[in-house]
């Protein structure tokens, strides 16, 4: 009755810790009307290099009573023109202006501004800007969302015109400059929005000229600000390519000497531009639109050093971070891709060549020595993704070449790593490699999301603050990583226990992972937690043998569709501005919008499968796991047939990456990043398996298959019929009958059994037939994957042909 009903327990069990995951989340302060006026200032280009003391004194000071952050330019096109971003930020969402675009794919014509009565002015190419965003781009952004949620605003300067203007292209009030008196047009709205020009070019001369003059300018903005008023400075788009991070400051009431953040980034310090429309509106008390933004409001949170340059150092550092980031982690996916395909390529041979021959003439073994080596540089390969985030604690990124300073921490890491393992407890065994280099991986993933997942941004192999897509928690490189090596590490464990305990282990393991994923402290990613669910369900139904049958599936399907349903409803019971993804998306299907979420997901998947280098890695692991491993002489189904939870923990694991990047619109990253660390060490045990195949020993004293305990004489498991292809007197082997050759003779080669005066017999009972793959596996594949004790029994050296062999026994002189 227990077997029957362990599936439904184990799906409640994994619901429950994944709704429990979901369902929390951080202490964050609601943002509250802290202002009567808002006036957004922004500067195209500004970044924090270009603020100090001496050539930006108004800033400076600002920044020393407000709150401070970078600020991620994101818009619908890239790179962000100052164009583009003014509209984004009068549209809350990622928006672009339409039209044709030069070199640098800004728009090559100016922003016509019309002024017809002197006091507002007109937008002509409005209309067919808010056409060319609902219809053309996956984002469906409406300009002018900003100025519809108040009744009045102001804009001065042409870019402040175009985040002001309201969809049909009217300004309420507009003046090309600031007047000698600001005030009486800073106040005649509750919002307005000011244009304080550009800093462009890589000309440090240039930039601080340029710098000064817009800080200057802010000086007059500043005089004549409104009582009670919230200032927001803002270096509003790039000029320069690449991508960098911006300027962003917010000075006001309830804004004094914090970080700036907001629920879209999760990390303090971090804003979005699609942040600061809907941070205006919170700050006036008014309600955002129908339409939701995509941004959230920005708020300020302590913690920020009481010395103004080195709180400035760390957007700054940040920003030369994410720039270095985006030169070195192209080349670095792409090695790293170009070296798995070599280890391949290199692997095939060796597999063809691994298996002991049982008759008088077969190929020539390969050297001892290139094995070991080829098992180094296989742990060494799946070492590399996490040896590359923790290169990320090293500032790296500040040398004169930065690559290659990262290439020499990475490589360093690798051989540490690699050496580690290599002298770990148990290495010998079929499965130490795959457990420690698993173990390890899960590790150092694992303390990163802990201690606030600070390796995962800007890192190289995690996400870019310049991307906008993620801010905290973990990367789709990490996802992939982690999830397998937890799954990995569940299955090594299970493997050790008795078979009736492999799926709780599975769960017990897999389960913390979908904390660790989706909890909003630590991964938060509820969709990559709702896919992990879905592999550790696989995982633990199959762990204790047998095939993913339907039912087997239909639970784990429903598992992660009960994870999913129970974040779902807790998401929708929040407000709004409070919501995740998850409950963003469902409230775009309720209001008609959903179909824009899907066409960016579908975009989104499109665009990463044909330009990752991860699709390579998933592909090109494929392709050996298809054509080679599982293949007779591959050895990995040898592999899953002695060891079943490794089995499980491998279906588990393509199962949750393949959900995980498809849902989170990625694509085949996460299996890529998956693959790197799984398909070598599917490689290197399936090496180890088939050096494994021709071994003889008999049960271990003791044992009984009769009642179906464990029997197959710990050091190896080799005496039954484990699974396909087992390595048995009876069960496995080549022949017929299960030994080396056609009538199951074998090489002269020592065998476990009495002395050689007296007839040793191995007798296998009926109830355990030969060949049904269901034989007793909870025992490694050789004697050094268990730490048994080998049998006491002398050894005897058996000539050839002298074996006598049945279905049912077998008799040694």
């Known amino acids: 009755m227990l077997r029957r009903i362990a599936p439904a327990l184990l799906t409640v069990l994994v619901v429950a810790l994944g709704v429990t995951a979901l369902a929390a989340r951080p202490p964050r302060g609601t943002p509250q009307r802290t202002a009567d006026f808002v006036v ?14 001496q050539t930006t004194p108004t800033l400076w000071r600002m920044a020393q009573d407000g709150s401070i952050g970078s600020l991620s330019v994101r818009s619908a096109h890239r790179p962000t023109c100052p164009v583009d971003g003014w509209l984004t930020v009068g ?18 014509a100016a922003v016509t501004v019309e002024q017809p009565d002197g006091i507002g002015a007109n937008l002509p190419d409005q209309e067919s800007v808010v056409q060319y965003n609902q219809q053309r781009l996956p984002w469906g952004a409406l300009p002018g969302s900003l100025s519809e949620s108040v009744r009045c605003s102001v804009a001065v300067g042409p870019g402040a015109a175009v985040a002001a203007a309201r969809p049909f292209g009217r300004v309420d009030r507009y003046a090309a400059g600031l007047p000698a008196d600001p005030r009486p047009l800073l106040g005649s709205c509750v919002l307005s929005i000011v244009d304080l020009g550009t800093v462009e070019g890589d000309d440090p001369a240039t930039r601080a000229e340029e710098a000064r ?132 390529l290199a692997i095939l041979p060796l597999l063809r060549r691994a298996r002991p021959h049982a008759g008088p003439t077969g190929p020539t073994p390969v050297s001892g020595r290139i094995v070991a080596v080829l098992e180094l540089l296989l742990v060494a390969a799946a070492l590399t993704v996490p040896a590359a985030l923790l290169a990320d604690a090293v500032p790296w990124w500040r040398g004169e070449h930065p690559g290659w300073i990262f290439a020499g921490v990475t490589a360093l890491l690798v051989a540490a790593g690699t050496a580690a393992v290599r002298f770990a407890p148990g290495y010998a065994g079929t499965l130490g490699p795959l457990g420690a280099v698993a173990g390890l991986t899960t590790l150092v993933v694992g303390l990163d999301v802990l201690t606030g ?11 870019s603050a310049l991307q906008g897509g ?8 990490g996802l992939g990583v982690f999830l397998a090596g937890a799954l990995v590490t569940g299955g090594w464990f299970a493997q050790r226990v008795h078979r009736g ?52 599936l239909a639970w784990a399907a429903m598992a992660a569709l009960a994870v999913g349903i129970g974040f779902a409803v807790v998401d929708l019971r929040r407000p709004p501005a409070e919501r995740g993804s998850l409950g963003r998306f469902l409230s775009a299907l309720g209001d008609g919008t959903g179909g824009f979420a899907v066409h960016r997901s579908s975009t989104e998947n499109f665009e990463t499968f044909v330009n990752s280098p991860l699709t390579v890695l998933a592909l090109a692991g494929g392709l050996l796991v298809w054509f080679a491993l599982l293949q007779p002489w591959g050895g990995l189904m040898r592999l899953f047939g002695i060891y079943p939870a490794v089995r499980a923990a491998f279906a588990g694991t393509v199962v949750a990456a393949v959900l995980g990047g498809l849902l989170d619109g990625a694509a085949l990253d996460v299996m890529g990043a998956a693959a790197a660390l ?19 020993t008999r049960p271990a004293p003791g044992r009984s298959r009769a009642t179906g305990a464990d029997d197959d004489s710990g050091p190896g498991g080799v005496g039954d019929d484990s699974g396909p292809g087992g390595v048995g007197p009876v069960g496995g082997g080549d022949g017929p009958t299960g030994g080396g050759g056609p009538l199951g003779a074998v090489h002269p080669r020592p065998i476990s059994g009495p002395p050689a005066s007296a007839p040793a017999k191995v007798t296998r009972p009926a109830s355990d037939p030969p060949g049904d793959g269901q034989g007793d596996a909870d025992e490694p594949a050789d004697p050094t994957a268990s730490g048994s004790t080998p049998d006491p029994a002398p050894t005897v050296l058996v000539p050839p042909r002298q074996v006598s062999r049945s279905s049912t026994e077998v008799a040694a002189p």
Request: proline share 6%; with cysteine; aromatic share 6%.
């Open 40 to 53: 957004l200032a922004g500067i195209a280009g500004l970044r924090w290099e270009d603020v100090d003391p």
């Open 91 to 108: 549209a809350g969402s990622f928006a672009a202006w339409n039209g044709s675009r030069s070199v640098d794919g800004c728009p090559a």
């Open 213 to 344: 003059a817009a800080d200057a300018e802010l000086a007059r903005v500043l005089a004549a600000r409104p009582p009670r008023s919230l200032v927001l400075v803002a270096g509003i788009s790039d000029t320069t390519q690449p991508s960098r991070l911006h300027v962003a400051v917010a000075d006001g009431p309830g804004w004094e000497r914090g970080w700036l953040t907001s629920a879209s980034t999760g990390r303090d310090g971090y804003l979005q531009l699609v942040d600061l429309a809907p941070t205006a509106l919170a700050a006036l008390g008014r309600p955002m639109p129908e339409r939701l933004f995509l941004g959230r409001p920005a708020i300020s949170t302590g913690g920020r050093p009481a010395d103004l340059t080195e709180a400035i150092n760390a957007p700054a550092n940040a920003d030369r971070e994410a720039a270095a980031q985006r030169s070195v982690s192209g080349v670095f996916f792409a090695l790293l891709a170009g070296v798995q395909v070599l280890l391949a």
């Open 453 to 463: 997942a600070r390796l995962q941004l800007n890192g190289v192999v995690g996400y």
């Open 470 to 477: 993620r801010y905290a928690g973990l990367s789709t490189v």
């Open 501 to 552: 305990w492999r799926p709780a282990v599975m769960v017990a393991v897999g389960g913390l992972a979908v904390v660790v994923v989706g909890s909003p402290y630590l991964g938060a990613d509820p969709v990559g937690a709702i896919a992990l669910t879905a592999g550790v369900s696989v995982a633990a139904v199959i762990s204790a043998g047998g095939w993913l049958t339907i039912s087997r």
């Open 678 to 696: 799984v398909v070598p060490m599917a490689a290197l045990a399936s090496l180890r398996v088939l050096g494994h195949a021709a071994d003889r």
